[in-house]
């Protein structure tokens, strides 16, 4: 398998809009998506833009951050701010070209994949392997979207 594209951090938060209001007000960041409601995952979600590698500040195209309020306590994100109730780092997401390739890959490895991949917020497939097999770094694995084949 290669290493490909960072694609975003998971950043969980109790307060998404005092989230935004940070990353705009304190960090300026200039594009900031609306939050919307991930049932599957019981978290509201927004992707906050920063630019590619050499684009012009406040420009999109890089690697996001992805705030993440659970919307239920038993919950992924709510069991996480139990025991980091400022909120902060939550996941590191990698692209990969083939999700059924890199599912068998880490499974080689020994790795822990948490359930059978799902579509994701970005709308491909994704999984997440288990942080102790990692390093202690919760990692979510996402197919590239098509277009950027
Ligand atoms: C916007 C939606 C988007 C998408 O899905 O498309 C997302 O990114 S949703 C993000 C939320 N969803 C997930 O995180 C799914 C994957 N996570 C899990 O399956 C669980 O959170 C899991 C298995 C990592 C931990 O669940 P568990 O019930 O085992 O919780 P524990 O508190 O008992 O944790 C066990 C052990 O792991 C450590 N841990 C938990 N979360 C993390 C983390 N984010 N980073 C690093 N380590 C983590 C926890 O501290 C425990 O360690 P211990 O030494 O035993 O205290
Ligand atoms: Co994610």
């Known amino acids: 398998m290669k290493l490909g594209r960072m694609n975003h951090i998971g950043v969980a ?3 998404i809009e005092a989230s935004i209001a940070f990353y705009k ?3 300026g960041a200039q594009v900031v998506t609306e939050p919307f409601v991930l049932e599957s995952q019981k978290v509201r979600v927004c992707f906050v833009e920063t630019p590619q590698q050499g684009g012009a500040l406040g420009t999109t ?3 996001q951050i992805e705030l993440l309020q659970p919307t239920e306590a038993d ?3 709510g069991k996480w701010l139990e025991k980091n109730p400022l909120g902060g780092q939550h996941h590191i997401c990698w ?3 083939d999700i059924t390739e890199a599912k ?4 080689a490895q020994g790795k822990r994949v948490l ?3 799902r579509v994701g917020a970005h709308g491909t497939m994704i999984f997440f392997v288990h942080p102790k097999d990692m390093g202690g770094q919760l990692t979510e694995i996402m197919e ?3 277009e950027a084949h």
């Open 13 to 15: 938060t109790p307060d």
């Open 25 to 27: 007000e304190v960090m």
């Open 61 to 63: 195209g890089g690697t």
């Open 75 to 77: 919950s992924a994100v």
């Open 95 to 97: 692209e990969v070209e």
């Open 104 to 107: 068998a890959w880490f499974e």
């Open 115 to 117: 359930g059978e991949p």
């Open 144 to 146: 590239r979207p098509r």
